[in-house]
């Protein structure tokens, strides 16, 4: 995150604490909805593990939490080389017929959700995945949708948008002048 | 200009551990730790090198070191082709350089290289077109720097990240060990508090002390006393020819690891061979198979670091303009 120029960057003034209410609530509905019960959780690193946490104690779920870290099935090796710092991928049950809730912090143009996909079916074969955002903020460059997203923002070209933590989490809006 | 590594202190190739950064040493372990879950996904392998091909040029024998290393490439997705150019073109004369512009013709990305000849990985890296990367899997008697990395590693795992508070003893032929040589270099970068070689005077170069900073004994009663890790060398049996030493009972009888040995190191010292063993020469079978022994681990892991090393030094396409 670049705080060179700090007129440039400005909190977001939606409540995380609130929005991770909400997200909880749709959760619940669409887990009903489609007779899931016992969903096993996995959040993306850095921002969605942070986010995956919290839904995790809402949601009261008794699987531990997993965690995906998606540099070894990214698709612009060849363009950029490895990640310096990768984290260890955490799935600690067996995925086979359960159902999945990927969560992410920010969707943009999709290509991390097609490799954290990627990753997860060669952990095992789920019944299902669900993808939960804590942002949406378009520019989709891939068939992808969330089917829970907490907020939607319009960002205009060359913004971006940015979760800190692990605690307090706050929603972060830098780029283009405001 | 450091050969192994870019502007930005990435790794580049990966030649001998000296002349590498603490931090490149931490990161390739860290990298590794990632990779050895790799291992346990129902897919055994990861999309990362894709379309590359990697070349196993192995003008030296070797089974362990070349298996491993096809395995790693071929969990990181690549490509791999294995030569053994003893067999091959230099039997019909061919030159090195001869050899390796015909594999350039083939579109390889990395030469993975093994050679008698000490400095050949260094020759064949200055003169490889800017995208393609070149490992050393041991040249002569002057390094094998991934099997280093992976007995850091295996070190590691076991003794936590501190190495300042590990006392290390390399026990053995010191003298023709690529293996120790490197291992030397890789614990001292990582500020080991003290490290130890423990050899006869025929097997061990003269300024040993001075050039490596390492403590020397000529007794293992002496050298293993309270030691956290015991790396046994395998002892090459020409050596018993060429005088340097009497047999290989009388070696045994005087250098080998044996639990009465190991009872002097610390009571939870780890035992590692770079492999292969000679059992009965080198290290007792009861201590190789026994509890303290890690030296199947040494090659579970030398997978996952390896795939680190290719996975780090493999050029993008991005960088440094390369086709």
Not at chain 1, 60 to 67: V, W
Not at chain 2, 229 to 237: A, C, E, F, G
Not at chain 2, 269 to 276: C, N, Y
Request: hydrophobic share 45%; aromatic share 4%; net charge negative.
């Amino acid at each position: 995150m670049s705080d060179d120029n700090p007129a440039q960057t400005h909190q977001i003034g939606a409540d995380v604490g609130l929005v991770l209410d909400s997200m909880t609530t749709a959760l619940r509905g669409l887990c009903a909805q489609r007779h899931i019960q016992a969903p096993i959780l996995i959040g993306i690193h850095t921002g969605g593990v942070w986010v995956a946490e919290r839904l995790h104690a809402r949601l009261g779920i008794e699987d531990p939490l997993g965690s995906l870290d998606i540099s070894f099935y990214r698709d612009d090796f060849t363009r950029a080389g490895m990640h310096p710092q990768v984290h260890p991928s955490n799935i600690p049950v067996s995925l086979d017929n359960r159902h999945l809730i990927l969560v992410d912090d920010v969707l943009f143009t999709g290509r991390t959700i097609r490799a954290a996909m990627n990753e997860l079916f060669d952990h095992g074969r789920p019944a299902s995945v669900t993808l939960a955002v804590l942002v949406d903020r378009g520019g989709r460059e891939l068939p992808i949708q969330a089917d829970v997203v907490g907020l939607r923002i319009a960002l205009d070209a060359g913004e971006q948008i940015k979760l800190t933590g692990p605690a307090p989490l706050q929603l972060l809006r830098q780029g283009a002048a405001p | 200009m450091n050969l192994q590594l870019d502007d930005q202190g990435r790794l580049r190739h990966f030649l001998d551990i000296a002349g590498l950064p603490r931090d490149v040493l931490i990161n390739i372990m860290d990298t590794a730790e990632k990779f050895s879950g790799v291992t346990e996904q129902a897919v055994k392998k990861v999309p990362l090198l894709r379309g590359k091909t990697i070349v196993n040029v192995f003008f030296e024998n070797s089974t362990r070191t070349r298996t491993t290393f096809e395995l790693a490439a071929k969990r990181l997705s690549a490509d791999v082709l294995n030569l053994n150019i003893s067999t091959s073109s230099a039997s019909k004369g061919e030159t090195l350089l001869d050899t390796l512009a015909n594999l350039q013709a083939m579109h390889s990305d990395m030469f993975v290289v093994r050679h008698e000849d000490s400095g050949t990985a260094e020759f064949i890296a200055r003169h490889v077109p800017p995208h393609v990367a070149v490992i050393n899997a041991g040249d002569g008697r002057h390094a094998h720097p991934t099997q280093a990395m992976l007995d850091m590693f295996t070190i590691r795992r076991h003794k936590g990240s501190d190495f300042g508070r590990l006392r290390v003893a390399i026990v053995g032929d010191i003298m023709h060990s690529r293996v120790a040589r490197s291992q030397i270099h890789a614990l001292n970068t990582l500020l080991t508090g003290e490290v130890r070689v423990i050899a006869p005077r025929t097997l061990l170069p003269g300024n040993v002390r001075e050039a490596l900073g390492v403590h020397v004994f000529h007794r293992p009663e002496e050298g293993l006393r309270d030691v956290d890790v015991i790396i046994m060398l395998r002892l090459q049996k020409e050596r018993m020819s060429g005088a340097l030493l009497p047999s290989e009972h009388e070696y045994f009888q005087y250098w080998g690891l044996t639990q009465e040995r190991l009872a002097l190191a610390a009571p939870d010292a780890i035992v590692m061979h770079p492999g292969p063993i000679n059992r009965g020469v080198e290290i007792d079978s009861v201590v190789a198979d026994g509890d303290q022994s890690v030296i199947l681990e040494q090659v579970t892991h030398g997978i996952a670091v390896r795939m680190a090393v290719m996975a780090m030094s493999m050029r993008s396409s991005g960088t440094e303009g390369a086709a």
